[in-house]
């Protein structure tokens, strides 16, 4: 281990133990030399890296912060902005002037060029704030907002803490990137999500709905998807489906893999659709858009709020191979063992090519990706999903319920949310769905063809982590909009109000979703957060961002 590595781990320990000895997440605000109140943002960092750090009750290796990919990620969103439109044809905040000047910034304060003095510190600060509130507003620019947010972070892990008035300058920069944030999501006008399958896409639907947005049906089945958009998963290989189906038998809408071309939708026509039906939500459990025949093409709507959520993806594989077994089964009741000769990892990579193989990955990078090969996908696929990733406005980890809170509150604008997030599935399936897991040497197998998509999700969550500072920061500042946590059980996880959730969560296959306020609830609700900030507008206004 070489000398700054070293003390970088000394670094986070001696932070971690500082914690300790405070006994004391809170933030607290520390009087500048002007005698204004800051917030702090030492303290912000430091409750982000131990709530990030935080195992799940289901899998102990939850992208632990460590420095090495702390340090790593870091690095590689320094090379982003470059390797972007080498990567990908449509990254449009590349185009403009001033976000290569702010990432120039970035680059000295993270000492790039040179160690800046604390005064050099808060002057850089200060023009890359006047800077960033220049930016066109038709735009969240989420890779510009990271890449600065990577640049504070070396600064702190370098350099220790910032001085009073550093840390004025850099929740100044924070607040400015917020607000640039929230008034790009009110043009957008539409909250795109990117729903990838049993990693809570439901969930979010659900709270969708119960915060006031519309869309085409709330139903279970079809979660917030346009039906004309085709954004419908492809799970199961038809070929072989058909193959072991007997004769007679109808082919299910989950045996479509590799025999559902997706109508092509551009975000052009997505947009006017929405909008001209007041829509302010859509879900996509398919690819992201484009790349049909070539990965360079994928892309999302620019026009959209782009929201993605994340699970651990052993967890997500899991929860998928037990949803599928318990479809069959009540589909084919006892036809059903006909479909699994075997339910070893061999077969369910064969009845479920993408979904057992890098799902996020795959779905990342479009169809031309989705459907290669195993053996086709490589190191060089990684690298485009994270940079894929990097573009998204908003990114959820399922398994971070208190960071989420605050993104709900502070990136999507909504009122209302869980403390915490259960599986929605019931107990009837989880004891059928368990019966068609491989054995534990199978499952073994599994994992390890799943690796890079790990190494995805490790990325990903440090992404979350640096987003969650800048809405934490302006959240502390006073610019949120109030938040409540309700619960399934009449219970309430913060917040004011008589939040709870009517009906059962719990679902079975063909089941449809339960999940309303009661009629006596006090919660109010937002009308769909920031995208619904301009709907008193036309139908299609002038400022429309398509």
Same mark, same amino acid.
């Given at each position: 281990?070489?000398?700054?590595?070293?003390?970088?781990?000394?670094?986070?320990?001696?932070?971690?133990?500082?914690?300790? #000895?405070?006994?004391?997440?809170?933030?607290?605000? @520390?009087?500048?030399?002007?005698?204004?109140?800051?917030?702090?943002?030492?303290?912000?960092?430091?409750? !982000?890296?131990?709530?990030?750090?935080?195992? @799940?009750?289901?899998?102990?290796?939850?992208?632990?912060?460590?420095?090495?990919?702390?340090?790593?990620?870091?690095?590689?969103?320094?090379?982003?902005?470059?390797?972007?439109?080498?990567?990908?044809?449509?990254?449009?905040?590349?185009?403009?002037?001033?976000?290569?000047?702010?990432?120039?910034?970035?680059?000295?304060? $993270?000492?790039?060029?040179?160690?800046?003095?604390?005064?050099?510190?808060?002057?850089?600060?200060?023009?890359?704030?006047?800077?960033?509130?220049? =930016?066109?507003?038709?735009?969240?620019?989420?890779?510009? +907002?990271? /890449?600065?947010?990577?640049?504070?972070?070396?600064?702190?892990?370098?350099?220790?803490?910032?001085?009073?008035?550093?840390?004025?300058?850099?929740?100044?920069?924070?607040?400015?990137?917020?607000?640039?944030?929230?008034?790009?999501?009110?043009?957008?006008?539409?909250?795109?999500?990117?729903?990838?399958?049993?990693?809570?896409?439901?969930?979010?639907?659900?709270?969708?709905?119960?915060?006031?947005?519309?869309?085409?049906?709330?139903?279970?089945?079809?979660?917030? =998807?346009? !039906?004309?958009?085709?954004?419908?998963?492809?799970?199961?290989?038809?070929?072989?489906? #058909?193959?072991?189906?007997?004769?007679?038998?109808?082919?299910?809408?989950?045996?479509?893999?590799?025999?559902?071309?997706?109508?092509?939708?551009?975000?052009?026509?997505?947009?006017?659709?929405?909008?001209? +039906? !007041?829509?302010?939500?859509?879900?996509?459990?398919?690819?992201?858009?484009?790349?049909? +025949?070539?990965?360079?093409?994928?892309?999302?709507?620019?026009?959209?709020?782009?929201?993605?959520? =994340?699970? &651990?993806?052993?967890?997500?594989?899991?929860?998928?191979?037990?949803?599928?077994?318990?479809?069959?089964?009540?589909?084919?009741?006892?036809?059903?063992?006909?479909?699994?000769?075997? &339910?070893?990892?061999?077969?369910?990579?064969?009845? =479920?090519?993408?979904?057992?193989?890098?799902?996020?990955?795959?779905?990342?990078?479009?169809?031309?990706?989705?459907?290669?090969?195993?053996?086709?996908?490589?190191?060089?696929?990684?690298? $485009?999903?994270?940079?894929?990733?990097?573009?998204?406005? /908003? *990114? *959820?980890? *399922?398994?971070?319920?208190?960071?989420?809170?605050?993104?709900?509150?502070?990136?999507?604008?909504?009122?209302?949310?869980?403390?915490?997030?259960?599986?929605?599935?019931?107990?009837?399936?989880?004891?059928?769905? !368990?019966?068609?897991?491989?054995?534990?040497?199978?499952?073994?197998?599994?994992?390890?063809?799943?690796?890079?998509?790990?190494?995805?999700?490790?990325?990903?969550?440090? *992404?979350?982590?640096?987003?969650?500072?800048?809405?934490?920061?302006?959240?502390?500042?006073?610019?949120?909009?109030?938040?409540?946590?309700?619960? $399934?059980?009449?219970?309430?996880?913060?917040? $004011?109000?008589?939040?709870?959730?009517?009906?059962?969560?719990?679902?079975?296959?063909?089941?449809?979703?339960?999940?309303?306020?009661?009629?006596?609830?006090?919660?109010?609700?937002?009308?769909?957060?920031?995208?619904?900030?301009?709907?008193?507008?036309?139908?299609?206004?002038?400022?429309?961002?398509?």
């Amino acid at each position: 281990m070489g000398p700054r590595r070293y003390c970088l781990q000394m670094l986070i320990a001696g932070i971690a133990a500082a914690s300790l #000895v405070t006994c004391s997440c809170t933030t607290t605000a @520390t009087p500048t030399g002007n005698g204004q109140a800051v917030v702090d943002f030492d303290a912000i960092l430091l409750r !982000r890296l131990i709530l990030n750090n935080s195992a @799940t009750s289901n899998a102990t290796d939850v992208a632990a912060v460590s420095v090495h990919q702390i340090m790593e990620t870091i690095g590689y969103l320094f090379k982003a902005p470059r390797i972007l439109n080498e990567t990908f044809d449509k990254a449009p905040e590349l185009n403009n002037e001033l976000f290569w000047e702010v990432v120039h910034g970035a680059e000295a304060l $993270a000492g790039i060029k040179g160690i800046l003095a604390e005064s050099e510190v808060v002057a850089l600060l200060d023009s890359m704030a006047a800077r960033v509130a220049q =930016l066109p507003t038709h735009l969240c620019w989420p890779v510009l +907002r990271r /890449v600065v947010l990577a640049a504070l972070m070396q600064r702190r892990l370098q350099h220790g803490p910032f001085g009073l008035d550093a840390a004025a300058a850099a929740a100044r920069l924070c607040v400015r990137f917020f607000l640039l944030h929230r008034t790009a999501a009110g043009r957008k006008g539409i909250i795109d999500f990117f729903h990838i399958s049993k990693a809570g896409g439901t969930t979010f639907c659900q709270l969708a709905k119960l915060n006031g947005c519309r869309t085409q049906s709330f139903a279970a089945r079809r979660n917030c =998807l346009i !039906r004309e958009f085709d954004d419908v998963p492809r799970w199961v290989n038809h070929t072989l489906h #058909v193959s072991l189906a007997p004769r007679g038998l109808r082919t299910p809408w989950f045996a479509n893999w590799g025999s559902k071309q997706r109508n092509s939708v551009s975000c052009h026509i997505r947009k006017r659709f929405m909008m001209r +039906r !007041r829509f302010n939500i859509l879900a996509n459990e398919f690819t992201v858009y484009g790349a049909q +025949r070539i990965p360079r093409n994928a892309h999302v709507c620019p026009g959209h709020l782009n929201v993605l959520q =994340l699970r &651990h993806p052993h967890l997500r594989l899991r929860s998928h191979l037990m949803w599928v077994w318990a479809l069959y089964d009540h589909h084919f009741k006892e036809q059903a063992s006909e479909f699994f000769p075997t &339910h070893g990892s061999t077969h369910w990579r064969a009845l =479920l090519p993408a979904a057992t193989d890098n799902y996020y990955i795959r779905s990342l990078l479009g169809e031309s990706v989705y459907f290669l090969p195993p053996e086709n996908l490589t190191l060089t696929h990684l690298a $485009a999903a994270r940079l894929a990733i990097t573009q998204f406005d /908003v *990114l *959820l980890l *399922l398994e971070q319920p208190s960071m989420n809170e605050v993104l709900y509150e502070m990136a999507i604008g909504w009122g209302l949310g869980f403390g915490a997030v259960h599986a929605r599935t019931s107990s009837q399936v989880h004891e059928v769905g !368990r019966q068609g897991l491989p054995d534990s040497e199978d499952w073994k197998e599994l994992l390890k063809q799943n690796e890079l998509d790990m190494d995805l999700y490790r990325f990903g969550s440090l *992404l979350a982590l640096l987003d969650v500072i800048v809405f934490d920061m302006a959240r502390e500042a006073g610019l949120g909009s109030g938040y409540s946590s309700v619960s $399934a059980d009449g219970g309430e996880g913060g917040g $004011a109000g008589n939040a709870a959730i009517a009906g059962s969560r719990a679902v079975n296959p063909g089941d449809d979703e339960q999940w309303e306020l009661p009629g006596n609830s006090t919660t109010q609700r937002s009308m769909c957060g920031f995208v619904s900030a301009n709907e008193a507008d036309d139908v299609l206004p002038a400022w429309l961002v398509v």
